[in-house]
């Protein structure tokens, strides 16, 4: 019977036709110009191919040992490639040290830190990536990234000598966890960078919408054991509970990071075990009786 095959990259021909097949190209004889033509059998296979190429689930410093951070001298940012989306995100940066204390747009020389990636967003995105670095003045690395967790949905690679922290494949959650360890005194501020992309998971880069920051934390000259307040105290006790310790009677608000109410309510001085089965960020915001406020982030595992 009649066979199809492509003469050439635009022509469909219909021939008498002997074939040989596998699953991945056809090699027929065309009987009237003597000739042997091959054919690539599977769709499925070009969408791969696509897939592959124009989709870096895994970050472009993994798949294409590229620096997309939009620090000085990398290459050009997400939104080069991703575009078309209606996601509207937005992106944050913090540094969290002793697990739940935030410095305030600082960091300690020397010292350990969380830094934490926050990508929020309307819609219904099916995940979002990051890919970042951590920079001082001169473009050289500020300190260093230790991958804390080999489960989690980070992971560490390097471009050209500049450290990079990406994600390993689409996350579900917005929120992202790397654990920093500052440079030394004397380094002076340091710049984060970090470029976003909020996916919608078909596979390449059209219909995502990317965003882009830069965040600059300055050198801090306090310790951890001034910051953090003991008039006020919060932290995972067990699973699915939270202890709020206080000086004097307050009202405490707890929300998710991308802005959920977790709880609300009135309690007196000394120590309380709250409910809470959110896992993630918990911000705290509680204002006391006598009208002193405290903001205060921990981690529910």
Request: hydrophobic share 35%; charged share 15%; glycine share 10%.
């Amino acid at each position: 019977m009649p066979m199809t095959f492509v003469n050439d990259f635009y022509d469909v021909c219909h021939f008498p036709a002997t074939v040989v097949q596998n699953g991945w190209f056809s090699l027929q004889y065309d009987s009237n110009n003597m000739q042997y033509k091959f054919r690539l059998l599977s769709a499925l296979m070009l969408g791969v191919l696509a897939i592959t190429f124009l989709s870096n689930s895994n970050g472009v410093a993994h798949q294409q040992n590229k620096d997309r951070t939009g620090a000085p001298g990398s290459d050009n940012t997400c939104e080069q490639c991703h575009a078309g989306g209606s996601f509207a995100p937005q992106l944050n940066a913090f540094l969290v040290v002793d697990g739940d204390v935030e410095l305030p747009g600082e960091y300690i020389p020397g010292g350990t830190h969380m830094l934490v990636i926050n990508v929020t967003s309307t819609g219904a995105p099916m995940g979002y990536g990051v890919h970042g670095t951590a920079v001082l003045a001169d473009g050289s690395n500020a300190g260093s990234f230790n991958d804390q967790d080999p489960n989690d949905c980070i992971w560490l690679d390097e471009v050209e000598g500049r450290h990079i922290f990406e994600q390993n494949d689409l996350c579900s959650s917005g929120t992202f966890e790397v654990e920093w360890v500052a440079p030394e005194a004397g380094s002076g501020p340091v710049s984060v960078y970090v470029a976003s992309v909020t996916a919608n998971g078909n596979g390449v880069s059209s219909g995502d919408s990317p965003e882009a920051a830069q965040f600059v934390f300055t050198e801090g000259t306090t310790g951890v054991e001034v910051l953090a307040d003991d008039r006020f105290s919060l932290f995972q006790s067990a699973t699915g509970q939270l202890t709020m310790d206080c000086f004097e009677s307050h009202a405490t608000t707890l929300l998710s990071m991308d802005g959920r109410l977790l709880y609300e309510g009135s309690l007196g001085a000394g120590q309380h075990r709250v409910h809470c089965a959110h896992k993630g960020l918990v911000i705290a915001h509680t204002v006391t009786e006598s009208g002193v406020v405290f903001s205060r982030k921990t981690w529910m595992q």
